[in-house]
């Protein structure tokens, strides 16, 4: 099994304070996606990433690709509480990381 | 926006039973998947789906799962003896040709009694 670990596994901060998530993997990502779920509803895609030390910035979303494409993070800047939601991470559609739970506290 | 769409949203079932889940992926992607999330846990791969056959599948994809594309628009899958452990959420996902990344459905909450 292709285990995919993400941390912190959850999160609680204030609006406004900025939060990392990672995702990590011990083999090569070919590529690496980041989705937010809500509870009781499907996974929605926030981001693909393919070349190693890619960054990628939705809103204020930067997702990074390690150099090595072993590892990822993303960086929220300003948490609102609509960020609330499991962030999970995921690779070639078929691994998932177990996610990071934030609640964005108003 | 085109949207995978699955039916039904929730489906309750004894133990034994047959259920028949149902996804209409997005209509020019080639990739079908299905996977499950069992209540606070992670979301588990189960199948993948291209030009008429599976493609991969999990240890969980089992003989009692199978999935099919009966005509062009739809994309099933079948349960046939479910049992208690089958309760999860199922979702449908479809990808595009060359696009690495897959399209997640509102999800189907199966509870088997």
């Known amino acids: 099994t292709q285990l995919l670990e993400q941390s912190p596994q959850f999160l609680s901060i204030q609006e406004g304070e900025n939060l990392t998530v990672y995702c990590n993997s011990s083999s090569v990502f070919s590529s690496l996606q980041w989705y937010r779920q809500e509870p009781g509803e499907g996974p929605v895609l926030l981001v693909t990433?393919?070349?190693?030390?890619e960054v990628k910035k939705l809103k204020r979303l930067t997702f990074q690709f390690g150099d090595a494409r072993k590892d990822s993070s993303l960086h929220i800047t300003a948490a609102q509480p609509g960020d609330t939601g499991l962030y999970l991470c995921g690779r070639d559609q078929f691994y998932f990381g177990t996610g990071t739970s934030l609640t964005v506290i108003p | 926006e085109p949207e995978v769409t699955q039916t039904p949203s929730h489906q309750v079932t004894q133990m034994g039973q047959e259920v028949i889940l149902r996804c209409v992926p997005i209509s020019n992607h080639l990739y079908f998947y299905w996977y499950r999330q069992i209540l606070g846990q992670k979301v588990e791969f189960l199948v993948s789906f291209y030009n008429n056959e599976i493609s991969e599948k999990s240890e969980i994809f089992d003989d009692q799962f199978s999935v099919e594309r009966p005509d062009g628009s739809n994309f099933t899958l079948k349960i046939r003896s479910t049992k208690l452990e089958d309760s999860a959420m199922y979702f449908c996902?479809?990808?595009?040709?060359?696009?690495?990344?897959?399209?997640f459905g509102q999800g189907t909450r199966l509870t088997v009694v």
């Open positions: 990433v393919v070349t190693g030390g």
């Open positions: 996902a479809s990808g595009g040709t060359g696009r690495p990344e897959a399209f």
